[in-house]
């Protein structure tokens, strides 16, 4: 992989390598896709995108609405201000 | 010229799209929360029926293609109202497909009717956000067009259409439906991001449509780019670069299934449009006029459908009209046969009618004789001597004495003015 | 039928009876590194212990990850509250590669140790759920398994390790790896016990949309098939263990069948595509504010913050999300994605013809128990190629168990058998006759009454 395509890379995964890890990380993704490119000569005939393992019937949920029994125990998991939750500067 | 949108409209169900939170907005930020709309590790998303029941009634008035099983993908992007970091939506594998939407000259091709979930709400600070999950979740719909579009008076009329086709699935386009615009007037596509509101849904476009001209003129082309709309400015410029196709990295959501579609029942479609067309040829109401009364209002609908064609058209439509200026909630046909009677017989519709008729009581309405009425306003004219030299300079004012008149002496407005001429002439005469 | 979970709620117990176990534990915690947390309030109940990336309400559940730091679920995962209702009480968190993310252990803060002889590894990503089950006597482990984190450890710890059909067991509450293939699975030091934890914590959950309500069978298969393919990454000391396990077992009355299914080299590659893929998107959620490590500095632009807080994740964490971003770009995604769903697909459809009529087995692990010294020279394509006998399976969604079958030098050696999909009861029974004739070995008893 390119330089310039694997920092593109890392900007979409918003991850931010230092200078060791940048050089060993990038070596293992280049040897990791070469390795993932031995299924290039397995075909695959007919089959079709197997998304789960086993067939799984969809069942919805009804629109009763239900008030969650611990809002404030997911509150404390953040920073809160006025009741609202603190986020990064947009 | 190329327009097309993506609207994202919410849909009325009392639970959110994954988890059983309420919809209801309050302003109590973070109350109707959990932690599937929060995003919390451990939690996943068990899907609304009622959510994609509504959606499926879209597709449906909307002519489109309704898929038997729909599934989700993860459309993953970064922002802070994002709580899982991806958007559990549809493309392919969307409800609806190949619609269109009927406006006057053309139909609009619908591309496809997709089933999201609304990110939170995001408050902007000098040096932090500040962010309320209340309406992470709540189910929408995102209506993407063909850019079919081919002028503003199409754009205006596209969307009023399909608020009023929205509206008789009760489905209300909010104040706040966000919208993205493309507009194209060169090769190349500009895309105007979260417009707000369907005024400036207007607005943006009809900048950007003078923006590109002016460089087309010019013999350039606008650039392919996303831009972002000033509210205050009503002006449009380049915004934060969005995400590409190429970096949202869709994946089927493994977290559900496939749901099978067929078992959601919808009810019969109506399209306004259509039925005032049949309304109008049937009866033979001006088709604009018919429309304009039903576009928002179904009862309206239902009174014209049963009584067209029994009463006289004007009063038909001039009762509707009336109605429209009152709280005319729960008035059944049978109510609204007796206005219609009332007003051809030149009553004038009241509030106070109205009530009456709706809580079933009689309504009476004392007619004066041809003398009262007479003596009234040889009354008013004597003691206000200025309304005639008035009446004489602009016959216009007529208006103005028989309102005085019918309110000063509890008159309908109709017999007065049946009166008001020959009591004016006599009394010029004199 | 040895069961220690019915021996231990027959049995009276002495007073201090928890507070002494919970005492030898930390201690020995310290060498091994099996707890996360270990709850010194316990003091009722069959112990079970939780693997890290089950939330657990009111428990620090980080998953072994920095990233997590601080995150306290205010909810149970399933599982936990169906054990909860059986009785059974909360003894801790077992530690376990970063969300899942290691064949050995050795990706977490505190390196899991072998309680066989510290030196050696004790697998992963169920390092502590494994490590537990071998110190302990009475005791109930909840794991999990992508793509062999239960067969592993339970291999290397000389425990019996089960791995249910996808979809038996519900997910909610799991901090998520892989959704579509995660399995939330057991470990214990016999199959009955194996046997009540799967039947008390199976079935369909509304919590979970994948879950399922499915009949589980109990055929008695007299066929047991060897991939040849799978064979050939194999140690010869290994192979030759497992051909002497053969000969047994032929003894037993078991037909030996060999088959070749050479398409059953993709998967490794087809799922560490799929499960990098799905990780990548379930990993994005971690941008330090709503939950766990926090990013102190809100001034910062949000893609900044973001960047900050996922300085976090340790090198493998890092690793899977730049490669499961990457396959699923829209440039390269049919040739990677696409193509992994697709080999699944095939793959479970081939798996089944042979899985039909018998059962599958291999050694679980294609190596002796490694020393953590020489793990740290691998590569990470080294590592992923551990999960030979391991991928299958659990890409394709079959119940499989692993348990101890021989000693080699002191440490155990764990062979796995495969069943078709809801076969899950087959693998118990076929678990409970061996175990008539083989006694596992344990260096460890802290809880003995």
Known sequence: MEKKEFDALLENCRLSLDESEYERIKADVDEIIKYFDQIDSIGTGDYKEAFHPVEIPGEYRNDDPKKFEDVKGILENTKTHRLFVLGPKI | ?430 | MKSYIKEFESMDKPSGYYTELVGNLESLNTELNAFNVINKELKDGLPFSVKDNLCVKGVESRASSKILKGYIPPFDATVVSRFKEKGFGFLGKTNMDEFGFGTFGTNSEKMARNPFDPAYTAGGSSSGAAIATSIMKYHAAIAESTGGSISAPAAFCGVVGFTPTYGVISRHGLIDYSNSLDKIGFMSRSSADTRIMFDAARGRDPKDSTSLDAEIKNTKYTKLTVINQLMDGVDKDVSDRFEKLLGKLEQQGFAINRVDLPEISAAIPAYYIISMAEASTNLARYTGFKYGAKVEDFSLSYNDFFKQARTNFGTEAKRRVILGTFVRSASVRSKYYNKALKLRAMLIDRMKRVLADSMLISPTMPVKTPRLDLIEKLTPVQVYSMDVLTASPNLCGFPHISFPYDYADGMPLGVQIVADHFQDHSLMSFTDKWEESFEYKFKHNLGEL
């Not at chain 2, 992470?136 to 719909?141: A, D, H, K, R, Y």
């Not at chain 2, 081919?150 to 608020?163: F, G, I």
Request: aromatic fraction near 6%.
């Open chain 2, 1 to 430: 010229m190329k327009i097309g949108l993506e609207m994202h409209v919410a849909l009325p169900t009392k639970s959110k799209l994954f988890c059983s939170c309420s919809t209801e907005q309050v302003e109590e930020p973070n109350v109707n929360i959990c932690p599937i709309c929060m995003g919390f590790p451990g939690s996943r998303p068990v899907l609304n029926a009622e959510a994609v029941r509504i959606a499926k009634a879209i597709a449906t008035v909307l002519k489109c293609e309704v898929k038997d099983k729909i599934s989700f993908i993860r459309k993953i992007y970064f922002y802070p109202d994002l709580p899982k970091s991806f958007q559990i939506t549809q493309l392919s594998e969307a409800i609806g497909s190949k619609g269109s939407l009927a406006i006057t000259d053309k139909d609009v091709g619908i591309r496809r009717i997709q089933i999201e979930e609304d990110p939170a709400k995001i408050v902007r600070q000098d040096n932090y956000s500040l962010i309320d999950f209340n309406r992470s979740g709540v189910p929408l719909v995102e209506i993407v067009t063909e850019p079919d579009i081919a002028s503003e008076d199409e754009l205006k009329e596209a969307v009023s259409t399909l608020r009023s086709v929205l509206y008789y699935i009760g489905v209300d386009v909010e104040q706040e439906v966000k919208t993205d615009l493309n507009i194209s007037l060169g090769d190349e596509r500009v895309e105007i991001k979260n417009v707000t509101g369907v005024r400036n849904l207007i607005y943006a476009a009809e900048y950007e449509i003078k923006r590109q001209g002016e460089i087309v003129q010019k013999g350039k082309q606008p650039e392919k780019e996303t831009r972002s709309f000033d509210e205050q400015t009503r002006t449009t410029k380049s915004s934060r670069k969005k995400e590409s196709e190429e970096e949202y990295g869709f994946i089927y959501e493994p977290d559900l299934t496939d749901y099978e579609t067929s078992g959601l029942k919808v009810g019969e479609p109506i399209i306004p449009h259509e039925e005032a067309a049949r309304i109008s040829s049937e009866f033979g109401f001006s088709y604009k006029t018919v429309l304009e009364l039903i576009s928002f209002d179904r009862n309206s609908l239902s009174l014209l459908s049963k009584s067209a064609g029994k009463f006289d058209q004007k009063a038909v439509i001039s009762t509707l009209e009336d109605l429209k200026k009152f709280d005319s909630t729960g008035i059944g046909q049978e109510g609204f046969e007796k206005l219609v009677r009332m007003s051809a017989d030149g009553v004038t519709i009241t509030q106070s009618i109205v009530s009456g008729i709706k809580s079933g009581r009689e309504v009476t309405v004392k007619r004066a004789t041809q003398d009262e009425i007479d003596a009234a306003i040889t009354e008013l004219l004597t003691k206000d001597r200025t309304l005639l030299e008035k009446y004489k300079e602009n016959k216009n004012v007529v208006n103005f004495i028989v309102g005085q008149i019918s309110r000063k002496y509890g008159l309908q407005p109709k017999d007065v003015l049946d009166r008001i001429k020959f009591i004016i002439q006599r009394m010029s005469d004199n």
